[in-house]
């Protein structure tokens, strides 16, 4: 790890986790700008620009999806196709960097497709359960969301199953929720504002551009947010059992 030290923290630790996770981005510009590009800005425009300039923006949501049954049905499914591909894919590379090798696209594209089906599994049921949350009493939702922080990187880590996966996450979060909930705000509402001033300014601007520069920023956020999710996995298990990244178990093998 870019920061780590001869012995583990004490505790877990926001201002580490942004630089490491910059650090990273700042080894592999051009992987994860690729990564981001290709899987979801790229995708997310061309699907935008469509909207836009096919006048199914003017329809209320019953009425385009009555008129365009089937790229409703096949597009949600195809979203959480080619975001769970990046996501997999950006944290695969992220623990490669943070053992000091460098991680390369083929790699990191093929442990995503591997792990498909559970890294869909673990996103469905923690994306569920924290919608539930939010339903019910909002702070339950924000509790599972903090406890599941790091499921997604147990999984491709550990090799675990979707349930044993997330049970490791409530595990490893366990004293370290206020600092996670702190880091998590600072992305969600730097991200917030960044679309806020793009809708505001950009897209009322030029259309074509705004919506690019739309596509961009939450390419970026999405790419940054599972970097961070990464570093903050290795972390804690840096904090609560000392285990630094060269000592975690092989990916993979």
């Known amino acids: 790890m870019a920061s780590t030290a001869l012995s583990a923290p004490d505790r877990f630790r926001i201002g580490r986790v942004f630089y490491d996770s910059f650090a990273v981005v700042g080894r592999n510009p051009v992987l994860f700008v690729g990564l981001g590009a290709l899987f979801y800005a790229l995708p997310r425009f061309a699907a935008w620009l469509w909207y836009v300039n096919s006048g199914a923006a003017r329809l209320s949501f019953e009425a385009f999806a ?80 903090l406890r599941w922080a790091v499921a997604l990187p147990v999984l491709i880590q550990e ?38 001033v793009i809708n505001r300014v950009a897209i009322p601007l030029n259309v074509t551009f705004g919506l690019l520069a739309e596509a961009t920023m939450r390419a970026t956020f999405l790419v940054l947010s599972s970097v961070a999710s990464a570093v903050s996995y290795v972390e804690l298990r840096w904090v609560k059992e000392g285990a630094s990244v060269d000592e975690l178990a092989e990916i993979f093998s």
Do not use: N
């Open 66 to 145: 009555s008129e365009h049954a089937t790229i409703v049905l096949l597009g949600l499914p195809l979203y959480l196709l080619v975001t769970a591909v990046l996501q997999t894919s950006v944290i695969r590379a992220t623990i490669v960097d943070l053992r000091g090798e460098k991680p390369v696209f083929a790699d990191c594209f093929g442990v995503a497709l591997a792990l498909l089906f559970p890294i869909l599994g673990v996103s469905l049921v923690a994306t569920l359960g924290i919608i539930i949350g939010l339903l019910l009493l909002i702070v339950p939702g924000i509790l599972l969301l």
């Open 159 to 196: 090799k675990r199953g979707i349930l044993d996966s997330m049970a490791r996450s409530r595990d490893l979060t366990k004293g370290s929720r206020w600092p996670l909930l702190g880091l998590w705000l600072i992305l969600i509402v730097a991200s917030a504002l960044a679309g806020l």
